[in-house]
């Protein structure tokens, strides 16, 4: 059931959109099911690649920031690099040197003896709620939009939010906040969240379903 507080052209909107996610329903149900079979099935690497590719994509490109990602998997970078091999990698990202430090600093805390242990360390949490908040507290460069996107890109999550720009810009359209925010207190992203929540709850989309929805209406496609 769509919000009282709808106007006509918002519902008309609403209508599009869920008329959009019929439409890649599949597509979007594989990309959800693909995060979840890397927690279940993959590597703690795949791990990794999925944090670091959470860390580099604030203020940048998706794509180039995953190939970046790659590159340090494949010439052992990310291991045993410097930071400044690390940040001779990441010349598509912004504030390269700033994130190169960050890596560094996630690959000493999930490490123990040359190996990752991220799944370990992600298994002592019972709920996605309290993992979001031990990576917000733990990992250098790591936000609620971030922690909340390495959680769902590893099947961990389904009713988190990822608020970055594009999806408060859309949020904004569909009359669910009344204005984008500038910066995002924690107050502010969980009230934000519980918003998104309720509107998806309305529209009859999955949150999780509905962050790609919402993407791909802004960018034709679905990535990660």
């Known amino acids: 059931m769509i919000s009282m507080r709808s106007t006509r052209k918002e519902a008309a909107s609403v209508e599009e959109l869920q008329k959009l996610h019929r439409s890649i329903a599949r597509e979007v149900t594989a990309r959800l099911q693909s995060f979840k079979r890397i927690w279940e099935e993959g590597s703690d690497e795949d791990l990794f690649a999925e944090l670091l590719f959470c860390l580099l994509t604030p203020q940048c490109s ?6 970046a990602v790659m ?6 970078v990310w291991l045993e690099g410097s930071t400044q091999k690390i940040s001779a990698e990441l010349a598509v990202a912004r504030f390269r040197h700033k994130k190169a430090v960050y890596i560094v600093e996630a690959r000493r805390l999930f490490t123990r003896n040359n190996s990752f242990i991220i799944r370990e360390t992600l298994q002592q949490f019972s709920d996605q709620h309290e993992a979001r908040e031990w990576l917000v507290a733990y990992v250098k460069g790591m936000g609620y939009k971030e922690a909340s996107h390495f959680l769902r890109n590893i099947g961990m999550a389904d009713s988190l939010a990822i608020l970055d720009r ?3 810009r859309n949020l904004h359209a569909f009359g669910v906040i009344d204005a984008i925010p500038g910066t995002m207190s924690k107050g ?6 519980q918003r998104m929540q309720r509107f998806a709850e309305e529209v009859g989309i999955p949150i999780n379903a509905l962050d790609l929805v919402l993407w ?9």
């Not at 998706?62 to 190939?67: A, F």
């Not at 590159?71 to 052992?76: D, P, W």
């Open 188 to 193: 502010r992203y969980l009230e934000v969240e």
């Open 216 to 224: 791909y209406r802004e960018k034709d496609e679905i990535f990660k």
């Open 166 to 168: 594009h999806i408060l």
């Open 62 to 67: 998706p794509r180039p920031c995953w190939h």
């Open 71 to 76: 590159a340090l998997r494949e010439k052992g």
